[in-house]
């Protein structure tokens, strides 16, 4: 099965208001990156946490390695917020690879 | 912010035919990436690299070559193009484990 499993798959919000993303692993992980892929395509780096809560403007996220699961908060959503998000799972091991969830479909509407 | 270049950043492919995507990175780090991006499966890493001259594969590595000539490129080959390989490729770097991946613009191959 999957090893990272990201909720929900898509989530409308209304301008000024928040929700949270959420990520759920199968098994215990080194780290989490978040990132926003935007609407030209490209994947843009919004934190990276090996434990802890990290926040950047109106965006905070916390990573729980004990429970293994990791998640997204967005407050005051902006219509730029709109995309969709990714979280990947750092497992560590030799090849230092990523691997991602499929994503939620963030859509901010006036 | 670490840059990452792909080109080209579109093409359009015959069947059959081959591939060549490359990737420059200025970042001096010593890992680099190859995923494939399709829709509803997020990103899928095809092969990696860790030093010059030496090419790993990744979780979906068939029918796909890679070379790293150099510290800064890494280039993904598709020697006989198929129709399965429509998708969008994005090439990442990092300097190594517990540190963020950075990625390039990605590469839009559509095979006809």
Known sequence: GDQVEQSPSALSLHEGTGSALRC?????????QWFQQNSRGSLIN???LASGTKENGRLKSTFNSKESYSTLHIRDAQLEDSGTYFCAADFGGSNYKLTFGKGTLLTVTP | ??????????????????????CHQTNNHDYMYWYRQDTG???????YSYVADSTE????????????PSQENFSLI????SLSQTAVYFCASRTGEGVTLYFGAGTRLSVL
């Open chain 2, 41 to 47: 499966h997020g990103l899928r890493l095809i092969h």
């Open chain 1, 24 to 32: 759920n692993f199968t098994t215990t992980m080194r780290a989490v």
């Open chain 1, 46 to 48: 919004l934190f990276y």
């Open chain 2, 57 to 68: 594969k990744g979780d979906i590595p068939d029918g796909y070559k890679a070379s790293r």
């Open chain 2, 1 to 22: 912010e670490a840059a990452v270049t792909q080109s080209p950043r579109s093409k359009v492919a015959v069947t059959g035919g081959k591939v060549t995507l490359s």
């Open chain 2, 78 to 81: 598709l020697e006989l193009a």
